[in-house]
């Protein structure tokens, strides 16, 4: 049986020092976020690793092979462009919000892109929600209060507010009104990185005084500052949500 990944268009992986915008190549000895990431990845597609503890071993090896395999791709073993691109064209994962009291879907109508979506008496609680989700595990593909990736993780939070975001990075940063000034920037607009290739690859939601909220690789639903020595010089720019 074929298997299916769902991904997250927000990954926050590294970039090479010296190699704008590409996808880092990861082999056996590499370590890292990058390579939990990948790995999580593999398991989420059903292909078996034991612990996707970020060092890449042979068991990793192995899952990435297969996926090379099983997408066409020359086997090598090794992650590198064309296997981190196959990993993003795969269909994200559609999310789902889900009362205790129920097992339906809710559906609101898609919010419209290049305009403010976010009503400014919708923002307290907006944030207030997203913040009751600190500590919420990264899982690839997550788009549920068990484990959320950085878009999955925003979509649901908007949603609880009857705002239907787009399910991918790339297409959330089509939502509001562009800025790239940090100063004009309101807490509830959204911000978005350029981490592992151009454009949108990570995303979250501005709680003002240079601050955000994310799901991030490594620890989850997370605040960070803009200032960071890691998001600062991937900052992509701001999007003016709030009406």
């Known amino acids: 049986m074929k298997r299916r990944l769902f991904l997250c268009t927000g ?27 990948l790995q999580q990845a ?6 078996k690793i ?25 086997i090598t073993g090794i992650v590198n462009n064309a296997t981190w691109r196959a990993l993003k064209n795969i ?6 919000d889900v009362d205790k009291n129920t097992t339906a879907e809710k559906k609101f109508p898609p919010a419209p892109n290049g305009k403010p979506i976010l009503p400014v008496n919708k923002v307290s609680d907006v944030i207030k929600t997203a ?13 549920t209060p068990k484990g959320f990736d950085c878009s999955g993780y925003l979509q649901y939070v908007f949603q609880k507010h009857g705002i239907a975001i787009p399910r991918t990075t790339d297409e959330q940063y089509k ?15 959204l911000v978005f990185f350029e981490t ?12 003002g005084k240079g601050e955000f909220i994310h799901a991030s690789t490594s620890k989850g639903v997370r605040v960070d500052t803009l200032s960071n020595d890691y998001w600062k010089p991937r900052f992509l720019g701001g999007k003016h949500i709030v009406k």
Do not use: W
């Open 11 to 37: 990954l926050a992986l590294m970039l090479t020092a010296n190699t704008a915008f590409a996808s880092p190549t990861l082999r056996e000895g590499s370590q890292g976020h990058e390579v939990r990431v």
């Open 42 to 47: 593999l398991q989420t597609a059903g292909y």
């Open 50 to 74: 034991k612990n996707a503890d970020g060092v890449f071993g042979k068991d990793t090896e192995r899952a990435v092979a297969e996926f090379q395999r099983d997408n066409k791709l020359k």
């Open 91 to 96: 269909p994200a994962k559609p999310s789902r």
């Open 131 to 143: 913040k009751s989700y600190m500590g919420t595990p990264y899982v690839f593909g997550g788009a």
């Open 175 to 189: 939502l509001g009104l562009r800025t790239k000034n940090t100063k004009d920037l309101v807490p509830g607009d």
């Open 196 to 207: 592992y290739e151009k454009g949108a690859s990570h995303c979250g939601i501005y709680l």
